[in-house]
Each structure stands twice: as C-alpha cells, then as structure tokens.
C-alpha cells in the first residue's frame, strides 16, 4: 500500500513556496492536501476495451471505446465511455481510479472529501451571511417603520 502514494510534487512549485512561507498558511481553509493521492502503476492495471452502446451512431457501435480499468491489487473495476474518444475515456477511467483509490486509502484525508469539507464550510457560512443580514434588515424596518404602525392603531 505504501508503494501507491507519492508525494507531493507541489512543494517544488513557486505557489507552494509562496503558501508555505506565508504565516497564515494554516488559517487558509482552501488549501487541499494532494499529498496522499494514490499512483496507478500500468503493472497493477488491467486495461480492456470493449465496444460501448449509447448514441453516437457507427462510431460507437462499431468500434471499442469503452474503457475497462481493473486495479489487480483491490479489485476495484472501473468503466467509461463518456465520449467517442478512446484516449479521453482511458485519461477519464484513470482519473475515476485514482479517485476511488484515494477514497479507498485516505478515506476522510482523500481530496474529495476535502472538497466536500471546504464546500460545507462556505455553504454554513453564506447561510451565516444571510440570516445576519435578515436580522439587520428586520431590526431597520422595526425602527423606521415601527413608530408608524403603532400611531395608526
């Protein structure tokens, strides 16, 4: 298992220099850690193409550009055939193996689910916003026009 994760090749970009050489690097909520990401080794992959169905006429019911990925190690078989192209469905399957590699070993620390976390955090925050601004507004309206309604009761 250890032999699948890489490090990091981000440290050795000026962006990165830049975030980690800044104080408030670890306050910054957006920063995903692709540290842990699984690598696909071609050894380790069973690749198989198969003919698709779906529309796209003669050019998918003719030819093999259904992409079967199977990781030997885990089991874990992925398939694609989101366009005609059989290089972008194989560059497409490996990044849906990637991911379902990176769930699989990292779980919470996987980047998808720091996607989600980074969402959920801005969801609750705009929510936040909102209700704060609703409380202003509502305590404006009850002092312009509070005085009002009173005098015509």
Request: positive net charge; glycine residues 6%; charged residues 30%.
């Amino acid at each position: 298992m250890l032999g699948l994760l890489r490090c990091a090749a981000l440290e050795s970009t000026a962006q990165w220099k830049a975030l980690s050489a800044s104080p408030w690097r670890r306050c910054l909520s957006k920063v995903v850690d692709h540290s842990r990401v699984p690598v696909l080794r071609d050894e380790d992959l069973e690749e198989s193409f198969v003919r698709g169905s779906g529309p796209g006429g003669q050019a998918v019911a003719k030819t093999n550009n259904k992409v079967v990925l199977t990781h030997k190690p885990t089991g874990i078989v992925v398939q694609c055939h989101t366009t005609r192209s059989l290089f972008e469905n194989r560059r497409e399957a490996r990044k849906m193996l990637i991911g379902k590699l990176d769930q699989l070993y990292n779980g919470d620390q996987s980047v998808e689910a720091q996607l989600q976390r980074i969402e959920a955090k801005k969801q609750t925050e705009t929510a936040r916003r909102k209700q704060k601004l609703q409380a202003k507004k509502k305590a404006w309206k009850e002092r312009e026009f509070g005085d009002e309604s009173d005098k015509s009761s």
